[in-house]
């Protein structure tokens, strides 16, 4: 370490020869609390001096020099009383360290000299009290300068050696003794002051270390190890700080978070070196935004925090947030593999969306959400009509918290028509909630809101108790179509509790069938693979449903035991057009070559269903073959023999 030169340099050195700032300062500030002591001593031993001396020598021994060191001495005490050592740069610092050591020389060859001369004058008490004068001179300097020895070192060799000369050559063998007995008192507590000083800057260095690996803790527990980019500790401490800093002014910046559209894909496909490989990208491009004025960070997985601290614009700063997009539409090179995971982005302004750090991050967080499922791919702006939407949104909650769910909650069922026997198969359980406070609530609505406050599992096993005590009724060869959330298949307790459910109703597991988003896989692919081999093995039936509208539906395809793939209603519309119907044949051909069966959702016309036959497609649901409606009243359709519908 450059604080510590070694022992011999510390003893030969005139000078300080300390590279470190920091031990520069700290000497400054030390020296600061002894110098004036010493000068203080200074001036009183000499008055003693002089005082003894008075009648004996000549006035301009006792008085005039006397006088006129004392007066150097107040002035150089009251220089150090002043000084501010922290306020003084590196280079300033040394250079008055080294006038220090060149004014203690002159000071100590001063007071040595004037007191060898009073020496002259006197009898033995006066020649005792030199010696004692020149004792205590140089025990003081060695302890006010233990913190710059070089100093010490040379008022030592000076004054002891000086002294020490005139002793000798006196040829008086009681100052010789006291010249020895000095200068192995002298040798004794420099020693002493070699080992302090050592401590000192070892203490400097060890605290200076301290500090350094302080602040590069601080510093990683700020800063996102995969991406160097600030984590999201410390992008909230920022939100804290630009809200505090805009309080007031209602000076305007926005958040944004912006989260990768296709990682879940690409981490389970490639693997997670794979998926790191694309984070650090994302981090690296994501960086090149990052100015004075735009703050980024890393929030976890593959999301991600933004903060524009110049706002007043919001046309600007949506622009701003869809370049960020765009940049990670590019394509990521994983070796020969190049990868689009794709962002979107959701943007909030304060203070028009809120105050408060949490209300503020929520409401981008919504907006992405906003994005994620109408502008994938671009930033939503948070706008009053999203915050009408969650005040409707809370309404739900609150109704659906303190609801009656037994008594408000019911069932409805759609029949999967079998195209080739014109028989009903299958009924689809439909959830329907009435609410006392809010009347009819569609399944989307209150489906998410039970999601996002925890209630799904709870509403999940209740509805399909009422599924499964309604699917009694039925005759045993139609079966039971049942709807699982995302957050379902992600628990295992749920999962458990839906066996349980199952076996307790005493239905046949095989007649039931359990209905998967590719939401629900997303969550957690291996989690999900876990679930569906474990409700497999009792005989229950699971269908990919909503199929060609996710991003790698074909991916969970081939990887999962499947029987049965719905095709989104989507497609239905188009169905009778040239690229519909290419569409839908390749979706049934895939079916058919991987032995499932294909569910066409969403027909409503018989020039839909006339299309899907042509195309082989077995099994149809929608409202030309039957609305959802409750099973009393489909019991009472199943007795009436289904006419078949003209092709």
């Not at 991003?551 to 209603?569: A, E, M, T, W």
Request: hydrophobic share 45%; glycine share 6%; charged share 20%.
């Amino acid at each position: 370490m450059r604080l510590i030169r070694g022992r011999r340099e510390l003893l030969s050195g005139i000078v300080p020869q300390y590279t470190d700032p920091e031990a520069c300062t700290r000497q400054l500030l030390e020296l600061q609390k002894q110098v004036p002591s010493l000068y203080a001593l200074l001036s009183v031993n000499a008055c003693a001096l002089a005082y003894t001396h008075y009648a004996l020598a000549p006035a301009w021994l006792t008085v005039g020099l006397p006088g006129l060191m004392i007066a150097l001495c107040a002035m150089r005490a009251v220089h150090w009383w002043r000084l501010r050592p922290e306020d003084i740069p590196w280079a300033a610092a040394l250079r008055r360290l080294r006038s220090t050591s060149l004014l203690t020389v002159l000071f100590s060859a001063f007071f040595v000299g004037w007191a060898m001369t009073l020496n002259g004058y006197g009898g033995p008490f006066e020649q005792g009290h030199v010696a004692i004068f020149v004792a205590i001179t140089v025990i003081a300097c060695i302890f006010c300068l233990t913190h710059l020895p070089a100093a010490a070192l040379l008022v030592t060799v000076i004054v002891i050696g000086g002294f020490s000369i005139y002793c000798f050559t006196s040829g008086n063998s009681v100052f010789i003794a006291i010249a020895l007995n000095t200068a192995f008192v002298t040798v004794v507590m420099v020693r002493i002051l070699t080992n302090n000083f050592l401590a000192f800057l070892q203490l400097i260095a060890s605290k200076a270390e301290a500090q350094r690996l302080s602040e590069e803790n601080r510093r990683l527990a700020h800063t996102d190890s995969l991406t160097g980019l600030p984590n999201r500790r410390s992008f909230f401490q920022r939100l804290d700080a630009a809200i505090a800093a805009s309080d007031g002014r209602n000076a305007a910046f926005a958040l944004a978070i912006f989260d990768l559209d296709r990682f879940k894909p690409i981490n389970d496909t490639f693997g997670h070196k794979a998926g790191d490989r694309v984070l650090e990208e994302t981090g690296r491009r994501l960086a090149t935004f990052a100015a004075d004025g735009v703050t980024i960070a890393r929030l976890g997985g593959d999301e991600f925090g933004v903060l524009i601290h110049a706002a007043a614009c919001p046309d600007a700063v949506v622009a701003l947030c869809n370049r960020i997009c765009a940049a990670l539409r590019a394509p990521i090179s994983l070796g020969e593999t190049h990868v689009v995971p794709g962002c979107s982005g959701g943007l909030a302004l304060y203070p028009s969306a809120s105050r408060a750090a949490d209300a503020l991050f929520d409401r981008a967080d919504y907006a992405l959400y906003h994005s994620k499922e109408r502008k994938r791919g671009s930033t939503t702006l948070f706008s009053q009509e999203h915050e009408d939407a969650i005040r409707a949104e809370r309404a739900v909650e609150s109704a659906l918290q303190s609801a009656d769910l037994t008594a408000e909650m019911e069932m409805h069922y759609q029949p999967i028509l079998d195209t080739t026997t014109d028989r009903i198969t299958t009924v689809e359980a439909l959830a329907r909630w009435t609410s006392p406070k809010l009347g009819r609530v569609p399944p989307d609505r209150f489906i998410a809101v039970a999601e996002r406050c925890g209630m799904i599992h709870s509403v999940t096993l209740l509805l399909l108790r009422k599924a499964l005590a309604d699917a009694a009724r039925l005759p045993a060869e139609i079966g039971l179509s049942f709807n699982l959330s995302s957050h379902d298949l992600a628990s295992p307790e749920t999962v458990l509790a839906i066996l349980a459910a199952v076996r307790q109703s005493g239905l046949d597991p095989r007649r039931i069938t359990l209905e998967l988003t590719e939401t629900a896989l997303m969550r957690d692919f291996e989690g999900a693979q876990q679930a569906i081999t474990l409700l497999r093995a009792l005989g229950i039936a699971i269908a990919l449903d909503d199929f060609g509208t996710g991003y790698s539906s074909l991916n969970y395809v081939h990887r999962l035991p499947l029987d049965r793939i719905k095709i989104d209603r989507g497609f239905m519309a188009d169905v009778e057009t040239d690229l519909g119907r290419r569409v839908v044949s390749t979706i049934l051909d895939l079916c058919q070559n991987l032995g499932l069966d294909g569910i066409a959702e969403g027909i409503e016309t018989r020039e839909q269903l006339n299309a899907v036959r042509r195309h082989g497609c077995r099994y149809v649901q929608g409202y030309l073959i039957g609305r959802p409606r409750p099973m009393t009243e489909l019991l009472e359709s199943l007795a009436t023999p289904i006419q078949p519908i003209a092709v």
